[in-house]
């Protein structure tokens, strides 16, 4: 069964070093999703990605974010100078329409230290 | 604001008891309504989707029912197996696409 896949799954920093998240969607899908879980807390948006630009952003994603797909495949979160606060489990997510069924992948943790 | 309630926040259960999780939305206009199962440290998956014309789903021992007048959902467990120890997140999506969560509700069944 096709699956998002994520890289790294855990990562640890150190404050105000930049960290890149890799995601792979599912092959025919066409939006892009990052969202963000610290600890206990619930699933938030980050920002969302189609047609090679971001469709929409949340005031998380803020000017030390930002998203690309280089390649075609890949999906990536790029933090350019982490904070202590940006510890959380990442998930990026992906679907073939815009409506349809959001596939998640299993995470990424990032903890700044 | 498209707001997504869920209650109870946590709940324990034993072994082959069913259980009912709650959830209230304020979104509008709503398009559709997903329940996730989301297992510790793991991506949430998708049990259920219902639009506004369908009151109840099921998937297996889950089921899921929505009152669109009322604005609210719930999802039954049917006799509790300890792999449904996890979080349930209801996740609402209006006409524009956009998604909204609700916190979760952590059940952890006991054997």
């Known amino acids: 069964e096709p699956e998002v896949t994520q890289t790294p799954s855990h990562q640890v920093t150190q404050m105000g070093q930049e960290v890149i998240l890799r995601c792979v969607p599912i092959s025919n899908h066409l939006y892009f999703y990052w969202y963000r879980q610290i600890l206990g807390q619930k699933v938030e948006f980050l920002v969302s990605?189609?047609?090679?630009?971001?469709?929409?952003k949340s005031e998380i994603f803020d000017d030390q974010f930002s998203v690309e797909r280089p390649d075609g495949s890949n999906f990536t979160l790029k933090i350019r100078s982490t904070k202590l606060e940006d510890s959380a489990m990442y998930f990026c997510?992906?679907?073939?329409?815009?409506?349809?069924?959001?596939?998640f992948g299993e995470g990424s943790r990032l903890t700044v230290l | 604001k498209n707001q997504v309630e869920q209650s109870p926040q946590s709940l324990i259960i034993l072994e082959g008891k069913n259980c009912t999780l709650q959830?209230?939305?304020?979104?509008?206009?709503?398009?559709?309504l997903r329940w996730y199962k989301q297992d510790t440290g793991r991506g949430p998956v998708s049990l259920t989707i219902m639009t506004f014309s369908e009151n109840t789903k099921s998937n297996g021992r889950y089921t899921a029912t929505l009152d669109a007048d009322t604005k609210q959902s719930s999802l039954h467990i049917t006799a509790s197996q300890l792999s449904d120890s996890a979080s349930y997140i209801c996740?609402?999506?209006?006409?524009?696409?956009?998604?909204?969560f609700g916190a979760g509700t952590t059940v952890t069944v006991r054997a």
């Open positions: 997510a992906s679907r073939w329409g815009a409506t349809g069924e959001l596939f």
């Open positions: 990605f189609y047609n090679n630009e971001i469709s929409e």
């Open positions: 959830c209230n939305y304020t979104v509008s206009p709503f398009s559709n």
């Open positions: 996740v609402v999506s209006a006409n524009d696409y956009k998604l909204s």
